[in-house]
């Protein structure tokens, strides 16, 4: 079984750096897809970077394309999210997935295993 957690969430101000990492407590994630999403409150879960199993297609929400840089240490079962220029509008509980499909999707079905969550708070 997959299971993934998540960590390096924290309260940063604007302007900061933070990253993010994935790993999994059961199963290695070597061979799956990852992607991460984000979900602020009252709003719905949003797709944010994707990574193939290789680490060598990526895809990236457009809004975060440049900011946001998603990666991969598969002998550290261990996935990244370095996220740059953070914004206030950045704020939010960023989420972790697994897919065992063959590219990254910017689909919240298209992931089966999902972690906990960390908690990015970026103050003005």
């Known amino acids: 079984q997959v299971q993934l957690v998540e960590s390096g969430g924290g309260l940063v101000q604007a302007g900061d750096s933070l990253r993010l990492s994935c790993t999994s407590s059961?199963?290695?994630?070597?061979?799956?897809?990852m992607g991460w999403f984000r979900q602020a409150p009252g709003k719905e879960r949003e797709f944010v970077a994707g990574?193939?199993?290789?680490?060598?297609?990526?895809k990236y929400a457009d809004s975060m394309e440049g900011r946001f840089i998603i990666s991969r240490d598969n002998a550290k079962n261990t996935v990244y999210l370095q996220m740059n220029t953070l914004m206030p509008e950045d704020t939010a509980v960023y989420y972790c997935?697994?897919?065992?499909?063959?590219?990254?999707?910017?689909?919240?079905?298209?992931?089966?295993?999902w972690g906990q969550g960390t908690q990015v708070t970026v103050s003005s």
């Open positions: 997935a697994a897919s065992i499909e063959v590219r990254p999707s910017d689909q919240v079905s298209w992931y089966a295993y």
């Open positions: 990574i193939s199993w290789k680490g060598s297609s990526t």
């Open positions: 059961g199963r290695t994630i070597s061979y799956y897809v």
